[in-house]
């Protein structure tokens, strides 16, 4: 079997619909990810030691477990609690719920490595806590962590195709349809491919040029 | 809930198939981690090229991409590949190449003057390597491969896409015939966590043996720095 290009120019507009859906879908997720992480570490600083223990377990087993498989309980379970969910939203909040854990850690380094003097600072100039963490602490920690959090836009983004498990038609889904139908799975699925590691390689170079710009050190 | 304990000879047929499958994917990506790990601290140029290469289209690409390419497209070229060898073989490359950045950043975080006293002492390259620099850069490797070693494990629920039978594919198959959506990803998302909790428990103890063996602790500020340099998903 050789390669076919007339075969490999008519795919090419449904993957690209594909690559709309998974371009959004990483864009909508990392937008939750990036709050919900901030929210995870935030709650991890709160003096009440049951809520500060809980978050702490509640993150930790969303980083231990598959992806995959907190999609399908987003996607099948909820509705039977009465919470349906579009497979698209569905997969929105997957991602962006597992990649918190994530961005949680980033962030709480983030935060630990703003120089102590900061805090004594804000103390000194008797700024309120609502204040000093707003206009202090979180400007100058999520500066630090920029290129981390590139990464994980990244990874996120690689992560994107686990949600045809539960029927987006992203990107890889796109090929695998397009591949049933005539059984040449070659061409798409190797197109697929092809455009991961373009946009990939592309992103990492950016985040490495985000890295020198944002570099404190 | 019980309708699911009850099937407990599929759960851990399953989970039996996810241990399996993280123990081939660890064994095969420590051999590219290795590999182009020291390819990448050559002094050679074209040497250090092999290994970016590496790094970047195994980083760059998703392993659910590869898995399918492996297993759907390749065989229509001639290459066949068993369910099993198309999972262990996507995971291994993939998990190998973040691998490597943490080989390539320990390797180059143990002390450039190490290297000089082992040539001072007149050590064969071989020797430097396996007695000197490798011994040290082990310890700033550990913690970095813990995590990877999770990302692993969670990788291989993957392989369900491609019909092997690992617990997340006999979970879909305990949920059709139970009707029991909720008690069954619960049980297999706790079987998943305490799989990771277990592997991070191993690897803490390796960690204490190798510290222990090399007469120390390790300089915490080098290990973070090899696992930054290293994994995306560190």
């Known amino acids: ?25 990483t864009v909508l ?10 929210v995870w570490t935030l709650l991890r600083r709160t003096p009440s030691r049951a809520v500060n223990q809980a978050v702490r377990w509640v993150v930790e087993f969303i980083r231990s477990t598959p992806l995959l498989v907190q999609l399908f309980f987003i996607f099948y379970v909820l509705p039977s609690w009465g919470l349906t969910l579009g497979a698209l939203t569905a997969g929105v909040i997957g991602l962006g ?31 309120p ?61 190797t197109v697929v491919g092809v455009l991961f590691v373009i946009v990939s390689v592309l992103s990492s170079i950016v985040v490495r040029r985000l890295e020198r710009r944002y570099a404190t050190y | 809930m ?3 304990l009850d099937a407990y000879p599929q ?31 050559s002094r050679h140029t074209a040497v250090r090229a092999l290994n970016r290469v590496y790094v970047e289209f195994f980083r760059g690409t998703a392993t659910l991409v590869l898995m399918y390419w492996l297993f759907y497209a390749l065989p229509l070229v001639g290459f066949r590949f068993t369910p ?11 998990v190998g190449a973040y691998g490597a950045e943490v080989v390539r950043g320990a390797v180059n975080a143990v002390p450039r003057a190490q290297y000089e006293a082992a040539v001072a002492l007149n050590f064969t390259p071989w020797q430097r390597m396996l007695r000197v620099t490798l011994p040290q850069a082990v ?19 993957l392989v369900s896409l491609i019909t092997i039978g690992d617990l997340t594919f006999n979970a879909q198959r305990i949920r059709a015939a139970t009707g029991e959506t909720a008690a069954t990803f619960l049980v297999i998302l706790v079987v998943y966590f305490a799989i990771a909790q277990m592997l991070q428990l191993a690897v803490r103890y390796a960690e204490r043996r190798v510290d222990r063996m090399l007469g120390r602790r390790p300089d915490r500020r080098a290990a973070a720095a090899a696992s930054g340099a290293g994994a995306v998903k560190a």
Request: glycine share 8%; proline share 5%; net charge neutral.
């Open chain 1, 1 to 25: 079997m050789t390669w076919d290009w007339n075969y490999t120019g008519e795919i090419l507009p449904d993957l690209l619909d594909g690559l709309r859906v998974t371009v959004l879908a």
């Open chain 1, 29 to 38: 997720g990392y937008l939750i990810a990036l709050v919900l992480g901030l």
């Open chain 1, 97 to 127: 719920l597992h990649y918190s854990t994530y961005t949680c850690e980033v962030y709480r380094a983030g935060i630990a490595d703003v120089p102590r003097g900061q805090w004594e600072a804000c103390v000194a100039l008797n700024l």
């Open chain 1, 129 to 189: 806590r609502r204040r000093a963490w707003q206009d202090v602490i979180l400007p100058q920690a999520v500066r630090r962590v920029v290129p981390s959090l590139g990464n994980y836009l990244i990874a996120m983004f690689k992560d994107s195709p686990l949600l045809l498990a539960i029927s987006v038609s992203e990107l890889l889904g796109a090929a695998y349809r397009a591949g049933a139908e005539t059984l040449r799975y070659l061409e798409p699925i």
């Open chain 2, 2 to 4: 019980s309708d699911v």
């Open chain 2, 11 to 41: 759960l851990l047929r399953g989970t039996w198939t996810t241990v399996q499958l993280t123990v081939y994917g660890a064994a095969l990506a420590l051999v590219p981690a290795l590999v182009f790990g020291l390819a990448g601290t």
């Open chain 2, 84 to 94: 099993v060898a198309a999972a262990v073989l996507s995971l291994g490359l993939n």
């Open chain 2, 139 to 157: 310890a700033l490797m550990l913690p970095p491969f813990g995590n990877l070693l999770i990302e692993l494990m969670k990788g291989t629920a």
